[in-house]
């Protein structure tokens, strides 16, 4: 069986110089592929071939079957639509005007709109929500409000596929979410294949039905966001040397201070983390300790400190780990002490607070 | 419906500039006919075009001297204004035109060089003399293309084109030097710009090659609308982008070749007057600017023509001087305005 979007031995680069190659992709109606990777890493000429603008050096691109450089352009226009990084400054355009321009594939010699092509100029912009900026002038718009316009366009060529590079790109944190939920939408509930490049890998782990990473000569990896991401760490992606990735929230630490420890954090249940944040701004090489591995605050100790004790999950906390935190915070200057509860399986923990107080290195008292 | 009356909006705007410009057409078409060193009252004018030519001094000054120059003025300032808006399209800005890209000049370089070596050989009929100008124009224009590639900054590309036009001056002026006196007082004559001395085969002559290639350009108007989102967008929606700009520079280039070699250089006009349109319309939609781009260079050079030869009767001034003091301060406004926007 054949996918609605395949790839097959594509070689994508530029004046006939391989950029990328052995790219083999498939991708079934309705779903959306990201494309992920570092700067320069040839995520738009893998995009830019996908969409017809740059010639594929080697193998085949077909959707639904059908050869994509043998098709005419208007059929080409008539399948897919793309949403470019280009910044377009088209002067005296209203935004009604400009989503108009999307149907060139289906009007005739003049571009003249029949009805039935105004009917879906409305319908695209409405599913984008942009009714109300239907007669503004499209220079007068915000970022936001702009890609849009640009995703209406794309849309009113009633495209089967859409290709879109960079789309948040400008893009605040209410624009991204929302555009990536409208392409969500589009996907499951109309069916619309999706084809894109994103920098946030955290949201393009979250959007995606697949993911590409293109490092080097080749495709690093290739598969659902969470095969990709064990099989292919961020980190190694984007051979990110001053700081880690949680695959599991997308969220992104900063460089940890390595060195001996010179505070002693005593933590748990996500109360440390507002302290060990603020020790790595600083950059003072801090001890954590005693945390449940299922702990968030064990989660960014382990990015953040210099070395953390860790306890396992369920147990009460065993003598041996005692020790092992008690020797660690004596060899600090001071001890903090986050405020976390001291229960049952933590009262470890309840002890070293003890010992700190009493040997004067509580420092936040 | 809301979108019924927002689309009716828009054409309603499009037939009210229309007729606003035809109004203004008409008057300008009875003044010029009208006003001169000759004064010809309205009953005069209306009885002889009645009755059509006769052998006196009235029937000579409107048939054979004040209707070939309007007719010309008419058509040449239409197709000036389209061939600049042509040249925007392709730059995919305003403030592209072919006498600030020194397109104008390198028509006259090439124009004033067959005059000077060629008028023995070959007779100068006005189908010479265009495409004397037309190969001058392309010649300018490949250069400024060559430059474009390499300079992506507009106005960087407007000094280069003007950097260009003295050239081809300097070169214009250098054939000069190697000319007879008769050819001289003829280029001299031409290379000022006027509408005046023309008789009605140059009318025919332009009439003949700006009517094709304005209709041309109107059918282009489709992929223009596409083309200003960029070459990218374009290319996604079906444009075949590299035959449509050429399509684009031929037919920009023809139009002012035609004018450069019936009238001379003209200048501001490419600019200006599309700018109006534009503003007049709020839009930029090329199937409604072309034709009315096309109407309003026509008035402006109607009413240009109009003052060139009536404010210091007898003595005439060239038209480019009298658009240059019409069309530039709209240039420097327009400019100076996108500076301010640009900036915010």
Redesign the interface.
Known sequence: MTAFFETNGLAVGYNGKTLIRDIDIALNKGGILTLIGPNGSGKSTILKTV???LAAIRGSVTVEGSELFRM???E??KK???V?T?R???????V???VG??R??Y?N???RLTDDD?RIV?ECLALVHIKDL??RDF?TLSDGQKQRVILA?ALA?QPELLVLDEPTAYLDIKHKTELLSLLRFLARERGMTVIMSLHEIDLAAKASDLLLCVKGETVAAFGTPDEVLRSLPVEELYELEKGSYDPDFGSVELEKTEGKPRVFVIAGAGHGIPAMRSLQRERVPFAAGILFENDVDARVAKKLASSCVIAPAFEPISEELFEKAKTLMFACEKVIDAGTPVGTFNEANGRLLALAREKGLLKNE | ME?DK??RR?MGRFSLVICLLFALLIIALALNLAVGSVRLSPNEILDLLKNGRNASTESLIVFNIRMPRMCLAAILGGALAVSGFLLQSFF?N?IAGPFVLGISSGAKMIVGITMIFLAGSISLSPAVLVIAAFIGSLLITAVVLLFSQKVRNMELLLVVGIMVGYICSAVTDMAVTFASEQDIVNLKYWSMGTFSGKGWDSVVTAALICTPALIAS??L??PM??Y???E??A??????VKPFRLALILLSSLLSACVTALAGPISFVGIAVPHIT?TL?????P?LVIPAAFLAGAVFCLFCDLIARTVFSPTELNIGTVTSIFGAPVVILMMVDRRR?AGQ
């Open positions: 969409a017809r603008q005419s352009a208007k080409v226009a897919q639509a793309v470019l280009e377009i400054r088209p002067e005296l355009y209203t009604r005007d400009l321009l999307g060139y594939p009007t010699i003049v571009g105004r409305d239907a007669e220079m366009r060529q | 979108k927002a689309a828009g995919r305003p109107w059918l108007s489709k609308g596409a200003a989102l960029g990218g967008y290319k996604s929606m079906g444009v075949a534009r319309l709020k839009s930029s939609k199937a926007r």
